[in-house]
C-alpha cells in the first residue's frame, strides 16, 4: 500500500480518538467516597490516574508526592538527541497537567510503612492512606559506571540521553561530531531491566544514518553492545535487528556490559563472560543499570525472589496489585512486571488499576486486566520506523493490521512517533487515553 499524508492523517485521527476513549468507563453518576488515596509520583502514570479518579470518584482526598516541578516527555528524549528536535520539546510544568482537585505536595517520599498505611516525605510531612499507588519511575545509577559522571555527557566523545533534556542535547553534541569525524562508537545498555529497551537501539540507527547522510559511512566503526546474547527481547524482533544491523555493516557485541570508563584516554572496558574487556572508542553512548528509588527498596514491597539487585515492586502481572498488599498498586516503570516499562505500558496499566482501586471501594472486585502491552516505535533511519507492539508472550499485537507491518521500515510508522504519539501522549496525562 502506498501511503500519503492523508492516508497517515486518517490512521493517526482514528489512532488518537480511540486512544481517548480507551479505557474510559461509561458511568452516570461518580462514585462518592471519602477514600485517602497517595500516589507515589506525579510522571506520565500518577498524573494520568489522578486525572482519571479525579473524575470518577467523588469525595475522595487524592494526594500526588513528586518533588520534580518539571514534567518529562521522555519518548522524545531519542529526538533530541539525534538533533531532530530541541531540548524543549520534552518539557513541561508538572503542574500544567495535575487535576485541580488534587493536592500535589512538592516533597519527595522517604519512607513507607505498609503496615501503618504511611508515608513520609523529606520535608517531614506524614501522609495516611487507605490506598497507595506506587508511580516513582526508576533511578538511573551512573554511579554504578567507574569514572563516569554526568558532567562528562557532551564532552570527550561521551553521550548519554536518559538523563533528561539536558543531556540529551549535549549528547547530540557529542554525536553530530563523531558522525562528521567518524571512528569507532560504541553503544551500550545495562544488564538491568530498563525503561524503553528500544532507545539504545533508536539512537544506534540514528546516527549511522546521520553519519551516512552526511557521506561519512565510511568513516564509522559502529558497534551495539548487547547485554545478553540477544538484540531484542522479542525473538522475531531481535532477529530483523540483526537483519538490519548486517545490512548496514553495524556489528553486534553480544554479552558485553559496561563496567567503567577512562574519559581522558577513550577507553571503556566491558565485563563479558570470557572475562574484562577493554575498548578504545571515539563516541560511546552511556546507558546505565536502573532501579527502583532506595523509597521503595527500603519498605518491604519489592520482589524478594527476583529482580533482587533492582527493587522492583512486587506486582500481580494482570492486575498491578501488590502481592502481599491489596491496597498496594504499581504503575509504570517500578513495578515488578516482566514487560510494561515503556509510556504505551501505562496507557494500558492505569485503566486496570483505576477499575480495580474503584471496584475495591465499592467491595467488588475488579475486571479489568494488563496483558503486558508494550509498545516501541523503533527507528531505523530518519524518516524510516518500525512500530513494534507485544504483550508477556512475546506476541506482536499489532495496532492497525493490514495496515503498518510491525516488521517493515514504514514512513507512516515514523510519523506515527513524530506526530501522533505526543498528541496521544498527552491526551493520557489528561486522563482521555
Known amino acids: 500500500m502506498i501511503f500519503n499524508r492523508r492516508h497517515f492523517m486518517a490512521i493517526a485521527g482514528a489512532g488518537l480518538a480511540a486512544a481517548q476513549s480507551a479505557g474510559r468507563p461509561v458511568q452516570a453518576q461518580p462514585v462518592r467516597t471519602s477514600a485517602n488515596i497517595v500516589i507515589l509520583g506525579a510522571g506520565a502514570a500518577g498524573t494520568a490516574l489522578a486525572n482519571r ?257 533492582q527493587g522492583w515492586v512486587e506486582t500481580d502481572n494482570a492486575t498491578m496489585r501488590h502481592r502481599r498488599f491489596p491496597e498496594i498498586f504499581a504503575l509504570g516503570d517500578v513495578a515488578g512486571v516482566p514487560k510494561g516499562k515503556t509510556a504505551a505500558s501505562v496507557k494500558w496499566q492505569v485503566p486496570v488499576v483505576e477499575d480495580h482501586l474503584v471496584a475495591a471501594l465499592q467491595g467488588r472486585e475488579g475486571t479489568e486486566t494488563y496483558n503486558g502491552y508494550t509498545s516501541c516505535p523503533l527507528i531505523t533511519r530518519v524518516g524510516r520506523a518500525m512500530l513494534i507492539e507485544f504483550d508477556y508472550d512475546n506476541n506482536l499485537v499489532p495496532s492497525f493490521p493490514g495496515i503498518i507491518a510491525p516488521l517493515e521500515e514504514l514512513w507512516i510508522s515514523w510519523l506515527m512517533k513524530e506526530i501522533a504519539l505526543k498528541a496521544t501522549y498527552n491526551a493520557m496525562l489528561r486522563g482521555r487515553a
Not at 539525534?82 to 487535576?99: D, E, N
Not at 530498563?194 to 532507545?199: D, E, L, P
Not at 566503526?221 to 548486517?246: A, C, H, T, W
Open 53 to 309: 479518579l479525579s473524575e470518577r470518584l467523588e469525595g475522595a482526598r487524592i494526594t500526588l508526592v513528586d518533588a520534580r516541578r518539571q514534567h518529562l516527555y521522555q519518548p522524545g528524549l531519542s529526538l533530541v538527541a539525534a538533533g531532530l528536535k530541541p531540548a524543549a520539546y520534552v518539557v513541561s510544568s508538572t503542574r500544567q497537567w495535575l487535576p485541580a482537585t488534587a493536592n500535589w505536595i512538592e516533597e519527595s517520599a522517604t519512607e513507607i510503612d505498609p503496615e501503618a498505611r504511611t508515608v513520609t516525605t523529606d520535608g517531614g510531612t506524614r501522609l495516611e492512606y487507605d490506598y497507595l499507588v506506587i508511580a516513582t519511575g526508576l533511578v538511573l545509577d551512573h554511579d554504578a559506571i567507574e569514572g563516569f559522571s554526568l558532567d562528562l555527557v557532551g564532552t570527550q566523545g561521551i553521550g548519554a540521553l536518559y538523563a533528561g533534556s539536558e543531556y540529551a542535547q549535549k549528547t547530540w553534541q557529542a554525536a553530530r561530531q563523531y558522525s562528521e569525524t567518524g571512528g569507532v562508537g560504541l553503544f551500550t545498555r545495562p544488564s538491568t531491566e530498563m525503561k524503553c529497551a528500544g532507545a539504545p537501539l533508536k539512537h544506534t540507527f540514528l546516527i549511522d544514518d546521520i553519519a551516512r547522510r552526511s557521506g561519512n559511512a565510511g568513516k564509522t566503526d559502529i558497534r551495539y553492545m548487547s547485554n545478553n546474547d540477544s538484540l531484542f527481547g522479542v525473538p522475531i524482533v531481535s532477529e530483523k535487528i540483526r537483519m538490519l544491523f548486517q545490512n548496514r555493516g553495524i556489528a553486534a557485541e553480544y554479552s558485553h556490559v559496561l563496567k567503567a570508563i577512562d574519559a581522558g584516554k577513550k577507553r571503556a572496558v566491558f565485563t563479558t563472560p570470557d572475562g574484562e574487556r577493554e575498548l578504545d572508542y571515539d563516541y560511546i553512548h552511556v546507558i546505565p543499570p536502573q532501579r527502583a528509588p532506595d523509597v521503595i527498596r527500603q519498605s518491604g514491597l519489592s520482589w524478594a525472589d527476583k529482580w533482587t539487585d
